[in-house]
């Protein structure tokens, strides 16, 4: 609920200055533009219901700010939060004496400022303030965009959206301040020929003693109240630090042999955070993504259970009941844990041979993907009476033609294992597939195969004792996909429950004595007509349901 408060505040905040930025740009048409966009403006901001959705974001924006620092139990963060938060930080002083000058002078001192007078202080009396006004504006701006990445930066929507966002992001403040620039050019040249009298006028209401001293008392109380919400955070985590440690500290330990105390009341990410120890977070510990997962070893039995929110992501993810997200489970007890997934990061002392961490979603991101399984019947005996020279020419001929079938079908191959093939489809490079879309192209992926099988047969019948024979296994579900191993055997590859059941699928065609066992859920994802098969349920170790399959006696009946 906080998390939504903060989000919808921080929208209202950015839609505000969006307006405003929108409202600077009309001075690349005209001084009046600025001016007449401006009555719209203030019609919107100034009514009751937009001033209680204004200030009322701004104060809950602010008020969770600093309970979101308060809430930390520890300050490392990536570079990304860092900057946020830094920016976050630095908008209140740096704003301050605007909202006072500009609000002041319409409560306080009878004289609503005009976009004439606000640029001609600006340009010509106080050059310095339109120069801090113009870093300000870029600094609000970033703050904003860098949390709507932060919040949006796991949604596939975002990801296909995300080039014209930037475009947007960059776009909207270059034209506001551009149009900020020729109003103010426009006012220079009004104020030089000294038919402003009007605009004068305002001026000597603005800067009155009277009015200035209380515009800078509004300043002052702005800042002194910001000081003060700052040093009350601050102050509060000292005293929850001495609160927690004197209430005892529990012990967290990991598989290297590594521990780590963590006072009650914090999380496991907490823990491995305050301990330095390397332990992933995409999300950065918001619980919107699964990344930290752990497995629980001893004490397990005395963890709270899982929350509403945890209990869906894990879930999403087909995880085991002694599996839980670290950034949401608070330990009670003494615990062991393993974290499932590399943290793509060094600690200081382990040396080089870490996990290894890339741009795009090479870095790590939740997709649902489809994955194929094949592997070749019978090799071993096949190979059995080849010289070694024999048997790579054979297997090189194999993958190359497994290889084209996957890539023509618009899949990735993942890698070869012995004999056998992994392939990844719908991970495509700007991340616009679908599991639908991967769910079909695995289905063409497996008939391309069997084409290719034949081929390949025909072609090698003088050289071969028997057939070629390959069992396929396809499946659908949410996996990890990233850059995962060490030094040179890094590469682009995908875990979870979905990659385990695609390769039980594989194996079943050994019980069914078929060419291609596939889920039901990819059938139905790729909205292909598999009556003609016949339909199985099966048991999948690690799963509590039988699943339910097709199984395909010859890939080549695919209607594709």
């Known amino acids: 609920m906080l998390r939504r408060a903060r989000l919808i505040s921080g929208i209202i905040l950015m839609v505000f200055v969006a307006s405003h930025l929108v409202n600077h740009a009309a ?12 009555a719209a403006f203030i ?8 001033s209680l959705a204004l200030y009322g974001a701004i104060a809950v924006h602010v008020a969770l700010a600093f ?5 930390r139990r520890s300050l490392r963060m990536t570079f990304a939060e860092a900057a946020q938060l830094g920016l976050g930080l630095a908008i209140v002083p740096l704003i301050a004496l605007h909202v006072a000058g500009t609000r002041g ?28 006004q113009a870093f300000t504006t870029l600094v609000i701006w970033l703050h904003g965009c860098l949390g709507l990445h932060l919040w949006l930066r796991f949604r596939r929507v975002y990801r296909r959206m995300q080039p014209y966002l ?23 040249r009004l104020s030089a020929s000294g038919a402003w009298a009007a605009e004068a006028e305002i001026l000597r209401t603005l800067n009155q003693p009277e009015r200035l001293r209380i515009v800078g008392e509004m300043e002052t109380a702005t800042l002194a109240t910001f000081a003060l919400l700052l040093l009350a955070t601050a102050l509060a985590r000292i005293a929850r630090y001495w609160f927690e440690h004197r209430g005892g500290q529990l012990k967290i330990g990991y598989p290297d042999g590594s521990r780590a105390t963590l006072p009650k009341g914090g999380s496991i990410l907490d823990a491995s955070r305050l301990a330095s120890i390397p332990h992933a977070s995409l999300c950065g510990g918001r619980g919107r ?5 752990v497995r629980v070893g001893l004490g397990g039995d005395r963890l709270p259970p899982p929350s509403a929110e945890e209990s869906r992501v894990l879930a999403r993810v087909g995880a085991a009941p002694n599996v839980r997200l670290a950034c949401q489970t608070r330990p009670t007890a003494d615990v062991e844990v393993t974290p499932l997934l590399s943290a793509g990061a060094t600690r200081a002392g382990r040396g080089a041979g870490q996990a290894v961490t890339r741009q795009g979603h090479s870095q790590g991101e939740e997709r649902e993907i489809a994955i194929l399984f094949a592997d070749l019947r019978g090799f071993t005996r096949i190979a059995e009476h080849k010289l070694p020279y024999d048997v790579v020419f054979l297997l ?11 890539e023509q ?4 191959v993942d890698k070869f294992i012995g004999d056998g093939v992994m392939a990844l489809f719908g991970i495509g490079a700007a991340a616009q597939s679908s599991a639908n879309d991967g769910s079909l192209a695995a289905l063409r992926a497996a008939r391309g195969m069997a084409e290719q099988l034949v081929q390949l047969n025909r072609a090698l019948d003088h050289d071969l004792s028997e057939p070629l024979r390959i069992g396929i296994g396809i499946h659908v579900g949410p996996v990890i996909v990233g850059e995962m191993g060490s030094g040179q055997a890094t590469s682009l590859t995908a875990i979870g429950d979905a990659v385990n059941t695609a390769s039980r699928l594989e194996a079943a065609t050994k019980d069914f004595g078929a060419q291609l066992v596939v889920s039901a859920e990819v059938a139905k994802r790729a909205g292909a007509d598999l009556s003609f098969a016949r339909p199985e349920q099966i048991r999948v170790r690690g799963r509590e349901r039988p699943l339910d399959v097709w199984v395909v006696e010859d890939a080549l009946k695919l209607p594709l």
């Open 105 to 132: 002078g319409a409560a306080f001192a009878g004289a609503e400022p005009t976009y004439g007078s606000i640029l001609l202080i600006y340009f010509e009396l106080a050059p310095s303030e339109g120069y801090k």
């Open 67 to 71: 309970w979101a620092i308060y809430q």
């Open 43 to 50: 019609a919107v901001w100034r009514s009751l219901p937009g």
């Open 27 to 38: 001075g690349l048409v005209s001084l009046q533009a600025m001016e007449s966009g401006r």
């Open 289 to 293: 993504c699964s990344t930290c997962r």
């Open 396 to 406: 090189n001929r194999y993958f190359q033609a497994m290889g084209d079938a996957v």
């Open 409 to 412: 079908a618009g899949g990735r």
């Open 166 to 188: 930037l475009v947007g992001a960059v776009v909207l403040p270059l034209i506001g301040l551009l149009g900020a620039w020729s109003g103010g050019q426009e006012v220079l």
